[in-house]
């Protein structure tokens, strides 16, 4: 049953209304029908606040990475209550390509080709997890996302629409299979496609590689065709080299006064007789003696003093001419083929925006992933290279990145051995759901060997590198809306948002109405006030920050009106002061209703 059976006349009306204002608003852009069902990971969070929940942590020195286990949606919901507008630097995803081939899941159901909703899901699916990544990226922030052709139109205008097209930096063809795809219809596809975007473009900035332009160039000369160097010999070398072989390809070449020349095309027909398959040789000595008479050097092809040939027939020979360069030796003259860069032959400074290197074949991701945890059911894990190229053009040393579709946690990896490379400080969040346990078996597993160096089988990877490990599940707490709410529900659970967002994770200090956090430094503390004020209580509590040592001391209070009376730490020196949670709440508040206008 189509579901407008169910509709009476004016409902009908109504929703056909309602799609013609909607058409007439958008005079262009991109459309989808929205009156689909709901997605039931968006309805959650109109009756339930998402928090984080810690499961464990694995602490080996270094920065403070995050993993979190859950749907990404009520994860971004959650952190974008601390981090609204100013927190993450770079964004890479890694979404559902939407292939109609089990690997995109809409309100648990797989969506195949025959779904004639389906790239409306897709859309309404994409749609309110980029709005949210939207809000947490920092002004100056960028975001890359990996797509195919299945949806990259698609997301192309919906991005435009999220982040303005003012800000669309690249659509950039990533080579995944240079030897391409011989299976797709037409042509062998090699590339997918990494479209790249910034919150805003007057404030973000785009990193170059470390590569040494003049030194990378020094093998290489420049003619008007562009860059080339030197090839492979024209004379053909091996079994084959004989003129008997490939007799077309047997012919002089003239020099004189340094440029190279090809004989006639009736000089060259009077060579070899096809009929008898002889060679004429008395032509071809004849034909010797009279250009070295007008002076010309002579190169007839010789292998271990009998008659040999070239790479090339004739006619490929005068059409590519200025192809051949001439080395002088002491015993004449040899010819060589110009060898034209390839791709990525040629590196720079700024990338290309054609981004290939032969790292990023996409069979190496699934070699990497299996050498850190062993045989595993993930499929189509991005290469390291690629990704740890990505964050390295998108992000600071000391910058945060987000993926919230980390999969098999590639992104972590390439965070991890950027910080080991360059000295960097770089965080990550990864979000991933456990579908298949994918979280448990494969995103952890490897996160936890590249930081330890030990795999799960118990053998070494390697000598690990320092970071912490904070792993949280997404939880829930009931949305009452009242003061209450905040004070009894999310004060009390909201700690692990705020040590997130303030990078502090070593609690040491704590009752039944304070939390104290510390930094791996000991030069941060976080102090967390979390009920009304009660003098005693709160003068213990002051007596804490007062004590401390740390250079920079927080403090969050909670606050119904989003405002702390900083009078009340006067004598208290050198101290942030931050409302929780009623901020927070409101937050949240503005999120569900931005989700409910769609």
């Known amino acids: 049953m189509n579901k407008y059976d169910k509709y009476n006349k004016d409902q009908l009306i109504k929703h056909i209304e309602g799609l013609e204002q909607q058409l007439i608003s958008s005079k262009y852009g991109l459309y989808w029908d929205k009156s689909i069902q709901s997605e039931q ?31 990404n949606f009520h994860i971004l919901t959650a952190i974008s209550m601390i981090g609204n507008g100013n927190f993450v630097d770079l964004i890479y995803i890694d979404p559902p390509y939407n292939t109609g081939k089990k690997d995109f899941m809409y309100n648990d159901r797989f969506v195949d080709l025959e779904d004639g909703y389906r790239h409306s899901k897709w859309l309404s699916f994409m749609h309110g997890r980029l709005k949210l990544a939207r809000e947490i990226l920092k002004e100056e922030g960028l975001i890359f996302i990996s797509i195919d052709d299945n949806e990259q139109a698609n997301l192309k205008l919906l991005c435009d629409g999220i982040f303005g097209k003012q800000n669309f930096i690249a659509n950039l063809p990533t080579i995944m299979n240079l030897k391409g795809n011989n299976d797709q219809f037409g042509f062998s596809g090699t590339h997918e496609y990494t479209i790249v ?118 006619n490929t020979s005068v059409k590519d001419i200025d192809e051949i360069i001439i080395i002088n030796g002491r015993d004449g003259s040899t010819l060589y083929k110009k060898q034209r860069p390839q791709l990525g032959d040629l590196p720079t400074k700024k990338p290309k925006t054609l981004f290939f290197k032969p790292e990023y074949s996409s069979g190496n991701g699934t070699n990497q992933l299996a050498n850190i945890i062993g045989e595993n059911d993930f499929n189509n894990p991005k290469p390291l290279q690629l990704i740890k190229d990505l964050v390295f053009l998108g992000c600071s040393k000391e910058g945060v990145v987000l993926d919230f579709f980390a999969g098999s946690g590639t992104t972590g990896q390439a965070v991890l051995e950027l910080n080991q490379e360059d000295g960097g400080n770089r965080r990550f969040i990864l979000c991933t759901n456990n579908e298949n346990n994918i979280c448990t078996n494969v995103t952890y597993p490897r996160l936890k060997t590249v930081i330890t160096g030990i795999r799960p089988d118990g053998t070494k990877y390697s000598d690990g590198i320092p970071a912490n490990l904070h792993y949280f599940k997404c939880d829930f707490i009931p949305n009452v809306g009242n003061a209450d709410q905040a004070k009894y529900n999310l004060v009390e659970k909201v700690n692990n948002l705020l040590c997130i967002a303030e990078d502090v994770f070593n609690l040491v200090d704590s009752s039944s109405r304070h939390y104290i956090y510390q930094s791996n430094d000991q030069q941060k503390h976080v102090f967390m006030y979390i009920d009304y004020f009660e003098e005693k209580s709160f003068e213990e509590f002051k007596k804490k920050i007062v004590d401390s040592k740390a250079k920079t001391k927080i403090v969050y209070m909670f606050s119904t009106d989003n405002v702390v009376d900083e009078l009340l730490f006067k004598e208290v020196k050198g101290v942030e002061i931050k409302p929780i949670p009623s901020k927070i709440y409101e937050i949240y508040k503005d999120i569900v209703e931005d989700i409910k206008r769609g």
């Open 41 to 71: 990971n968006v309805e959650r969070v109109k009756q339930f606040i998402p928090i984080l929940k810690s499961e464990n942590s694995l602490k080996n020195s270094g920065a403070n990475q995050i993993l979190v286990e859950g749907d």
């Open 197 to 314: 975007y910034s919150k805003n473009t007057n404030k973000c900035k785009v990193g170059e590689f470390n590569v040494d332009e003049e030194t990378a160039l020094e093998e290489w000369e420049l003619d008007e065709k562009g860059y080339f160097k030197k090839g492979a010999t024209l004379k053909a070398t091996g079994e084959d080299s004989a003129r008997e072989k490939r007799p077309y390809c047997f012919y002089p070449f003239l020099i004189k006064n340094g440029i190279l020349q090809t004989i006639t095309q009736q000089e060259y027909s009077e060579l070899y007789n096809p009929k008898t398959a002889q060679f004429n040789d008395a032509f071809l000595q004849s034909l010797v003696k009279r250009y070295e008479k007008a002076g010309f050097e002579v190169i007839v092809p010789q292998i271990n003093g009998a008659y040999g040939r070239w790479r090339w027939g004739y």
